[in-house]
């Protein structure tokens, strides 16, 4: 994505490792000039340099679809390729506006049938559904933010879950052993801290 380039090593340890990269489009610069070149750049054109939207022309798909943004344009072009498992980098930072609609999406997304995480400098984001077991470790944060869900309640984590109808509600638990789960009937985002061992 196009918000802030990651920092932290374990993204940038993911974005190094993906067997296949798009880039939106002006994203594509920022990660051609750390050294690498994007299997496939999609977008309407608006935010990629002149210089490689020539020189990468045989690789950019240019969408000029304005219904929907970048994000979602690389994730249907993906799909169309039958990948399912998707991470997005790159999906948050300078635009607060953008990275809220960004992070959103990940539900749509879920939805369409694909398996897809957000990493940045923080954290993961989850979009999960219905009763599922996570993968964590003792004193990792976590956030569980309610799209809807109904019966929510927790096991392996410290504070106690409800139906929450706030975002802000579910923020600022943490897990008590190496995986939680988390009991419900709909939607929900799963936010686990990354720390500096990962």
């Not at 304005?66 to 169309?80: H, I, M, P």
């Not at 954290?123 to 559904?129: E, V």
Request: with cysteine; aromatic share 10%.
């Amino acid at each position: 994505g196009n918000g802030d380039y990651p920092s932290h090593p374990y993204p940038l340890n993911v974005l190094r490792q993906a067997p296949y990269v798009v880039c939106c489009d002006g994203a594509a610069d920022e990660y051609i000039r750390h050294g690498f070149l994007p299997d496939a750049i999609i977008g309407d054109g608006d935010s990629l340099s002149s210089e490689n939207r020539e020189k990468l022309a045989t690789i950019f798909h240019q969408i000029k679809d304005q219904e929907t943004n970048d994000q979602t344009k690389a994730v249907r072009f993906l799909k169309a390729q039958g990948k399912r498992q998707i991470t997005i980098i790159g999906g948050t930072g300078k635009r607060e506006d953008h990275t809220l609609g960004n992070i959103s999406l990940l539900m749509e997304y879920m939805r369409s049938g694909m398996e897809v995480r957000m990493i940045t400098d923080y954290g993961i984001f989850i979009p999960a559904q219905d009763t599922q077991t996570f993968a964590s470790h003792p004193g990792q944060q976590v956030s569980i933010i309610n799209f809807g869900a109904k019966g929510l309640k927790g096991k392996g984590l410290v504070y106690p879950l409800s139906d929450f109808t706030n975002w802000w509600q579910g923020t600022l638990n943490e897990a008590i052993a190496e995986e939680f789960s988390i009991y419900c009937t709909g939607e929900y985002l799963v936010f686990l801290v990354i720390s500096d061992y990962l």
